[in-house]
């Protein structure tokens, strides 16, 4: 079935259990496999799209088991860390905001 693969969403499902998904995850955001798709699916748009049969042509890097693992969980960590840093950083202007609001609202004055 064609796949559509975006830093949106992805579904990929390995028929082996000698591949970790997060690993896979991880190799679908770096730059070189990105502009891989791009050349083989001959698009450079904002969303790649490449169909199963030229997704299944593609080598994957196999490395063993356990340093998938840790590639893979160190990317879903760092997916969590980037999340939480945003949410700290929507927080914080949030809360400087309301914070000038208060202080300026109570004092009544203009400059």
Do not use: H
């Given at each position: 079935?064609?796949?559509?693969?975006?830093?949106?969403?992805?579904?990929?499902?390995?028929?082996?259990?000698?591949?970790?998904?997060?690993?896979?995850?991880?190799?679908?955001?770096?730059?070189?496999?990105?502009?891989y798709i791009e050349h083989i699916s001959g698009t450079a748009v904002a969303i790649k799209a490449i169909s199963?049969?030229?997704?299944?042509?593609?080598?994957?890097?196999?490395?063993?088991?356990?340093?998938?693992?840790?590639?893979?969980?160190?990317?879903?960590?760092?997916?969590?860390?980037?999340?939480?840093?945003?949410?700290?950083?929507?927080?914080?202007?949030?809360?400087?905001?309301?914070?000038?609001?208060?202080?300026?609202?109570?004092?009544?004055?203009?400059?």
């Open positions: 079935m064609p796949t559509i693969i975006s830093t949106n969403l992805f579904i990929i499902r390995s028929k082996s259990d000698r591949v970790v998904p997060e690993y896979l995850g991880c190799l679908f955001e770096q730059s070189s496999v990105l502009s199963a049969k030229k997704l299944a042509d593609m080598m994957i890097p196999m490395i063993p088991i356990e340093k998938q693992k840790a590639l893979g969980e160190l990317w879903r960590l760092s997916k969590r860390q980037k999340r939480l840093l945003q949410e700290y950083m929507f927080e914080s202007e949030r809360f400087l905001s309301g914070l000038v609001e208060t202080i300026t609202s109570s004092k009544g004055e203009l400059a």
